[in-house]
């Protein structure tokens, strides 16, 4: 029998019950639909409306449902729906028409609004966890190669030395950014929609803040219209993922070029790569590219949330159902790539003589320019004079690290001595905060260490 039945009475059509079901996609939802339905029943208790041997009795109920759910022994099937009609149902085969009471003051609407919630504060969780990990494994790796140095990049040219720390370091600063977002979410998705009935709230004198403290939110939606309508922290989540993910996308991109045979820059691990049906010498960066791919995908979840959204009339519109595809394979997709990431990186070997040799004698081109800038000739000078001499090395064949003292003074007489022209002297001569100095690398790595510390701190607190 139908929630429904009374009004529509007839039979519905298979295909109507097939479509418009939601089991399948409700099943990572059933162990918060339980709490919810605890929640109620003390609520309702609280106000007078059922008695408190009642509510002791669904109490008792919902936590062996809540067991069998996790034990994976809870029955499925099919015609039943959705989840809430599960186990409403299943409710009734365990207490009989004690379970008819559970329902008043309130709807599907604010019940599957309050179990998505709980499901994102989970995953906002464990994406706050997942991006620490990935973040201890960058700085690790920096850490590890402290002394190194490789050829930096702007568009995909060579442009100056880089400690291997800064590009490392660079990544885990956009993940502290992603961190910030999500913690940021975790206190909107962290409110409470239940009391609000179907959309108008309750006839019945609900507590909603002891709703909420139930179910550890940290307070309750106001509007009771927007309470059940609002799905922008489902939004939050999968844009934010999305921004995670091209993060993500942008570092495997790296250790896709950085791993090739024209690169050379670093190995990557064998149990993490594989090689080819045919071609006896490939190792190819599969992790990498797997995440690169499910990037583009979640960007398009991302694209999907906000168009479930955009053209829905004020209210529950049943639209929203489709919002858990996106937001699972948005949440699979950021969770697993973070935590292989996580462990496959501390596994790559950079080959640090290779990275020191593919560094070009043109990038230190920026370096002698501001030599002549420090002997007091003014920069726009300064870069002429070095372009000239870089183009004179090139007609001839040679590096800019060949040019004899005689050469650099046919074009600036007064240069006394030949600069050092090794990539260590050149990050050397970096003197900015945050630049690729060993000291600036090194107060980047402590801060950056810090700040996981301070976060992991918060995360095991809890909210
Ligand atoms: N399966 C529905 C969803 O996920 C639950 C809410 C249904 N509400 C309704 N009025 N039909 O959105």
Redesign the pocket.
């Known amino acids: 029998m139908k929630m429904w039945h009374g009004r529509i009475d007839a039979p519905a059509a298979n295909l109507f019950e097939a479509f418009t079901s939601?089991v399948v996609?409700?099943r990572r939802l059933a162990p918060y639909d339980v709490q919810v339905s605890m929640a109620h029943a003390r609520a309702l208790q609280r106000a007078g409306l059922i008695s408190p041997a009642d509510a002791d009795t669904l109490d008792h109920a919902l936590g062996e449902i809540a067991s069998e759910i996790d034990a994976d022994t809870f029955a499925w099937h099919d015609e039943l729906?959705?989840v809430?009609t599960h186990v409403e149902v299943r409710l009734r085969e365990k207490v009989g028409a004690v379970a008819d009471v559970l329902h008043a003051g309130r709807?599907?609407?604010d019940?599957?609004a309050a179990d998505l919630r709980l499901y994102v504060k989970d995953r906002t969780r464990d994406a706050l966890g997942a991006i620490l990990d990935l973040q201890t494994s960058l700085v690790g790796l920096a850490a590890k190669y402290a002394d190194a140095v490789m050829p930096g990049y702007t568009h995909l040219q060579q442009a100056q030395p880089l400690l291997i720390a800064q590009p490392l370091l660079a990544y885990a600063a956009m993940l502290e950014r992603d961190w910030e977002r999500f913690k940021d979410h975790l206190a909107r998705v962290n409110r409470s929609p239940l009391g609000s009935g179907?959309l108008a709230g309750s006839t019945f004198p609900l507590d909603r803040s002891f709703l909420a403290e139930q179910l550890g939110f940290g307070g309750v939606i106001a509007n009771s219209l927007d309470a059940v309508s609002d799905r922008d922290f489902v939004v939050e989540f999968v844009t934010t993922a999305a921004l995670c993910m091209t993060h993500l996308s942008r570092l495997s991109e790296d250790l896709v070029l950085w791993s090739s045979v024209e690169f050379g820059l670093i190995r990557l691990p064998d149990a993490f790569s594989s090689g080819s049906s045919m071609m006896p010498q490939k190792k190819n960066p599969d992790v990498a590219e797997l995440v690169r791919g499910k990037a583009a995908l979640v960007i398009g979840d991302a694209t999907g949330v906000l168009a479930l959204v955009k053209g829905i009339p004020l209210g529950?519109n049943?639209d929203?159902?489709e919002n858990?595809t996106p937001l699972y394979h948005a949440s699979d997709s950021l969770l697993g790539s973070l935590s292989i990431l996580a462990v496959m990186l501390p596994e790559i070997e950079f080959d640090t003589a290779r990275a020191e040799s593919a560094i070009s004698g043109f990038a230190y081109a920026t370096d002698l320019a501001d030599l002549l800038v420090e002997g007091g000739m003014p920069f726009r000078e300064a870069h002429a004079v070095v372009g000239r001499i870089v183009s004179y090395c090139l007609e001839r064949g040679r590096d800019l690290t060949d040019l004899t003292l005689a050469e650099l003074q046919a074009a600036v007489p007064w240069v006394q001595e030949l600069p050092e022209w090794t990539a260590s002297a050149s990050v050397r001569r970096k003197r900015t905060a945050g630049s690729t100095h060993p000291d600036a690398v090194a107060e980047g790595l402590r801060a950056a260490r810090a700040a996981i510390d301070e976060h992991r701190a918060w995360l095991a607190a809890g909210i």
């Open positions: 939601s996609q409700d729906e959705d809430h709807s599907r609407n019940q599957v179907a529950y049943r929203l159902q858990t």
